[in-house]
């Protein structure tokens, strides 16, 4: 089917402006639905099916040129089926003042005298306009304003008794008048004009105004396309969810077409959704659900427009369902960072899909592309390009398009989910890219002078992802520093994974440096730690979202990344700090070589003061006020982030390692077996475990001889398979089990040291201390106050 031209008519001056609220209003003026067809009876009966009086019929006789005095004479010698008869320069003036929402007077047409008379009749704008005429599909003008173009086909001896019928009983003519006008100059300009005019038809009708299988057709298209969007009747590649969602619509036809009941309900749901996510007040917490929730309808929606195969199987019950299955060959892509937040709904429905991703950034007065990691058989693929807002067009939306065309991916096989859509963008890409499907729940009104989408919802990403009112002006890329009213959205972070691509997350703002003062706490406000609590536990990242040899260390994406990176280090060493304990810090840094990563977590929020020391500017800093190192391991220390690190250290700030060499201690790890280690601790150390004492007369030891009645087995904590939670050192392997012990949220971390065990096995030969190196544990309280009884109370009563 052909649609409207995709030049969208000049609002005229009568024409009121766009709904703020992005819906079209029952009283807003809307594009009509134009249909040509060249025979009255079966528009008479396409209308009377409508039973909808904003249905007008316009016929091209009415446009006929007024005969001269000579040509009045001798009618029968006027070629009346010729196009020169008709004045198509009025017809098309009127019908484009129609879509412009102007009244029109269209000309009355006497039969009897060839003349126009009287001042006409007036025609008001309608939802649906019929053009009705033997050549209306002549003249490429007419055919341009057409959304449907309709050839009725009937036999030759059907169409001469017709004409015979109407001439001799409405215009006053005897039978062989119009047998010699029919021999003369209706067969032939039938033959000559008319009939090569069938090529340029959506819909041939045969048999006229008895098809009704064909008619009913055409009258359920048209109810459909009244309840859509007026870009949707003009471009084919536009999908709004539903596809019929104004509220006004199904009343109209709630009589007629019973599930409109279905279609009512479900564009409530989706009008209460938008508006919670759009109001200014609604907290973060309810933004993302509801956001979520639209975001699932729109992708299972787009997943409706992909290629199927039926397929027959046999059900419990032994019975035969024939049924449809979907292609295989999918993947997603996402536009960094908005269109992150609509990767859970594409795994929630495909499980196991690959998921590419594009950073594209403002240069100018365009768009350069920064990153892409897509697929490397992506040509050959069904694409879900996610950005939830398509506000101009000619942004990254385009170049994302782009790109995937120069991958080799077909313009067919991109379907573009959006949750909000402006027109201003949906007319550049479908004008663009006409075979690219666009996919969303709302089309709004337009943009503002900003080019920012209206009524909108503001900027998703960082509604959604809870940085929005943050400055990121000057960024530090070893730096992140992030205030405590970000704790909830942090908390949510690997639960229900939606900073999974932390990697590539991080290549907009989150390992920036916040230096608001308001947001830098210096001080700890009490002494309290804030413990969110998730009893469901973390689910491992999803393939396609790190490489395999993923790292901390942030490269760069232009130039040459190798320059920022000589020595790639091979292990992660981790330190909780506050600012107080920088000295000692500053001397266990400096016994780690190039072949460690530093990353540094700040309880107290005084990154910058580290800047003192030169090698802070090659550390990694992380700061979130008042928290312990378990809390930010869950949450920034995800196994598959630390991928490319063979071990990891994760340490206290009150650690004396002047006898400690991690080289020689990484290399009597490795020949020993050790999953989980920890340096010994010297015999000034305080109260420790025997296991964890450092012995003199060995490199490793495994077990040691606890109090009585401690170890019901040799091979059981803490007499072996045990190691204290100060200075831990994990492998790969045992740190990805490791993880999943944190996801609840331990505070100090006590009891944890009782379970590593169950990360390797055996765990009695593969957990052990090294007490060639090792270290004195100064047990300053952690952060700064906290650890200490308090009014009577154990630290970790209350907890």
């Known amino acids: 089917m052909s649609v409207m031209d995709d030049k969208i008519p000049a609002k005229?001056?009568?024409?009121?402006?766009?709904?703020?609220?992005?819906?079209?209003?029952?009283?807003?003026?809307?594009?009509?639905?134009?249909?040509?067809?060249?025979?009255?009876?079966?528009?008479?009966?396409?209308?009377?099916?409508?039973?909808?009086?904003?249905?007008?019929?316009?016929?091209?006789?009415?446009?006929?040129?007024?005969?001269?005095?000579?040509?009045?004479?001798?009618?029968?010698?006027?070629?009346?089926?010729?196009?020169?008869?008709?004045?198509?320069?009025?017809?098309?003036?009127?019908?484009?003042?129609?879509?412009?929402?102007?009244?029109?007077?269209?000309?009355?047409?006497?039969?009897?005298?060839?003349?126009?008379?009287?001042?006409?009749?007036?025609?008001?704008?309608?939802?649906?306009?019929?053009?009705?005429?033997?050549?209306v599909l002549h003249d490429e003008r007419v055919r341009d304003l057409m959304n449907i173009k309709i050839f009725v086909d009937s036999d030759s001896d059907v169409r001469l008794g017709r004409r015979i019928k109407r001439d001799t009983v409405e215009r006053g003519r005897n039978i062989q008048y119009v047998l010699d006008q029919y021999a003369n100059h209706v067969k032939p300009s039938f033959e000559e004009f008319i009939l090569p005019s069938k090529k340029h038809a959506d819909i041939i009708i045969p048999r006229g105004a008895d098809n009704n299988v064909a008619i009913d057709l055409i009258v359920q298209h048209i109810r459909t396309k009244l309840g859509q969007h007026d870009l949707c009747k003009i471009y084919q590649n536009l999908f709004v969810i539903p596809s019929t969602f104004q509220v006004n619509t199904c009343i109209i036809y709630l009589v007629f077409v019973q599930w409109c009941y279905l279609i009512m309900f479900l564009v409530l749901q989706i009008r209460g959704m938008h508006t919670l996510i759009r109001d200014a007040?609604?907290?973060?917490?309810?933004?993302?659900?509801?956001a979520d929730r639209l975001i699932r309808l729109v992708v299972e929606h787009g997943l409706g427009h992909l290629p199927f195969t039926e397929k027959q199987l046999v059900t419990p019950t032994e019975s035969i369902y024939t049924g449809v299955v979907f292609c295989k060959r999918l993947c997603g892509v996402s536009i960094i960072r908005?269109?992150?937040?609509?990767?859970?709904?594409?795994?929630?429905?495909?499980?196991?899909?690959?998921?590419?991703?594009?950073?594209?950034?403002?240069?100018?007065?365009?768009?350069?592309?920064?990153?892409?990691?897509?697929?490397?058989?992506?040509?050959?693929?069904?694409v879900l390009l996610l950005d939830p807002v398509l506000a101009s067009g000619c942004d990254s939306a385009m170049e994302a398009i782009s790109l995937l065309l120069n991958k080799g991916v077909s313009e067919s096989n991109i379907i573009f989910l959006n949750l909000i859509a402006a027109p201003e963008g949906i007319r550049a890409v479908c004008k663009q890219y006409p075979r690219l499907k666009i996919v969303t729940s709302e089309i709004d009104a337009g943009l503002n002078e900003?080019?920012?989408?209206?009524?909108?919802?503001?900027?998703?990403?960082?509604?959604?992802?809870?940085?929005?009112?943050?400055?990121?002006?000057?960024?530090?890329?070893?730096?992140?520093?992030?205030?405590?009213?970000?704790?909830?959205?942090?908390?949510?972070?690997?639960?229900?994974?939606?900073?999974?691509?932390?990697?590539?997350?991080?290549?907009?703002?989150?390992?920036?440096?916040?230096?608001?003062?308001?947001?830098?706490?210096?001080?700890?406000?009490?002494?309290?730690?804030?413990?969110?609590?998730?009893?469901?536990?973390?689910?491992?990242?999803?393939?396609?979202?790190?490489?395999?040899?993923?790292?901390?260390?942030?490269?760069?994406?232009?130039?040459?990344?190798?320059?920022?990176?000589?020595?790639?280090?091979?292990?992660?060493?981790?330190?909780?700090?506050?600012?107080?304990?920088?000295?000692?810090?500053?001397?266990?840094?400096?016994?780690?070589?190039?072949?460690?990563?530093?990353?540094?977590?700040?309880?107290?929020?005084?990154?910058?003061?580290?800047?003192?020391?030169?090698?802070?500017?090659?550390?990694?800093?992380?700061?979130?006020?008042?928290?312990?190192?378990?809390?930010?391991?869950?949450?920034?220390?995800?196994?598959?982030?630390?991928?490319?690190?063979?071990?990891?250290?994760?340490?206290?700030?009150?650690?004396?390692?002047?006898?400690?060499d991690p080289e020689r201690y990484i290399s009597l790890v490795k020949k020993h077996g050790l999953e989980i280690s920890q340096p010994g601790l010297s015999a000034n150390s305080g109260l420790t475990w025997q296991m964890t004492r450092k012995q003199n007369d060995s490199e490793v030891h495994k077990e040691?001889?606890?109090?009585?009645?401690?170890?019901?087995?040799?091979?059981?904590?803490?007499?072996?398979?045990?190691?204290?939670?100060?200075?831990?050192?994990?492998?790969?392997?045992?740190?990805?089990?490791?993880?999943?012990?944190?996801?609840?949220?331990?505070?100090?971390?006590?009891?944890?040291?009782?379970?590593?065990?169950?990360?390797?096995?055996?765990?009695?030969?593969?957990?052990?201390?090294v007490d060639a190196q090792w270290v004195v544990h100064q047990t300053v309280p952690s952060l700064g106050n906290q650890g200490k009884s308090e009014n009577g109370k154990a630290a970790w009563e209350g907890v």
């Open 12 to 135: 005229s001056q009568n024409q009121s402006s766009p709904q703020r609220n992005g819906a079209q209003s029952p009283n807003r003026y809307k594009v009509p639905f134009i249909i040509a067809s060249g025979k009255t009876t079966v528009c008479n009966v396409i209308i009377s099916r409508l039973h909808d009086r904003r249905v007008v019929l316009i016929n091209q006789d009415s446009f006929y040129h007024s005969l001269s005095d000579e040509e009045s004479a001798n009618p029968q010698n006027y070629n009346f089926d010729h196009p020169d008869s008709f004045d198509t320069e009025l017809l098309v003036s009127c019908m484009e003042a129609l879509i412009n929402g102007q009244s029109v007077n269209i000309p009355d047409y006497d039969y009897k005298t060839h003349q126009k008379i009287g001042p006409g009749r007036m025609v008001n704008p309608s939802d649906v306009i019929i053009l009705e005429g033997i050549l």
């Open 450 to 660: 900003h080019s920012r989408v209206i009524p909108g919802m503001g900027q998703f990403g960082d509604r959604y992802f809870g940085t929005d009112g943050l400055d990121h002006s000057d960024k530090d890329y070893t730096s992140m520093n992030l205030p405590s009213t970000l704790l909830p959205s942090i908390d949510l972070g690997y639960i229900e994974d939606k900073y999974s691509g932390l990697s590539s997350q991080a290549l907009l703002n989150v390992w920036s440096s916040l230096r608001k003062k308001s947001i830098l706490l210096h001080e700890p406000e009490d002494t309290k730690i804030w413990v969110p609590t998730n009893p469901r536990g973390a689910e491992t990242l999803p393939p396609g979202i790190v490489t395999s040899e993923s790292d901390l260390y942030l490269r760069r994406l232009y130039g040459t990344p190798s320059e920022d990176l000589i020595i790639k280090p091979r292990y992660l060493v981790t330190f909780t700090v506050g600012y107080e304990q920088k000295d000692n810090i500053n001397k266990a840094v400096k016994k780690f070589s190039e072949n460690f990563s530093i990353l540094l977590f700040h309880y107290d929020g005084r990154t910058s003061e580290w800047n003192e020391f030169e090698w802070s500017h090659r550390a990694i800093h992380v700061s979130v006020p008042k928290q312990t190192k378990w809390w930010y391991a869950k949450r920034f220390l995800h196994p598959d982030i630390l991928a490319s690190y063979d071990y990891i250290f994760i340490w206290d700030e009150d650690l004396g390692l002047e006898d400690f």
């Open 281 to 290: 007040k609604t907290r973060k917490h309810d933004f993302v659900f509801y």
């Open 338 to 382: 908005s269109g992150e937040s609509m990767e859970n709904a594409l795994r929630a429905c495909c499980k196991g899909i690959k998921i590419g991703k594009v950073l594209i950034q403002r240069e100018g007065n365009g768009r350069q592309l920064i990153y892409e990691k897509l697929p490397k058989d992506i040509a050959s693929r069904q």
């Open 704 to 769: 040691a001889e606890e109090r009585d009645g401690w170890c019901t087995d040799p091979h059981l904590p803490p007499c072996a398979a045990f190691v204290e939670i100060m200075a831990p050192v994990f492998s790969r392997n045992a740190w990805r089990c490791v993880w999943y012990m944190i996801q609840n949220d331990l505070v100090h971390g006590w009891g944890l040291d009782f379970s590593l065990r169950r990360c390797v096995e055996p765990a009695h030969e593969k957990i052990g201390v």
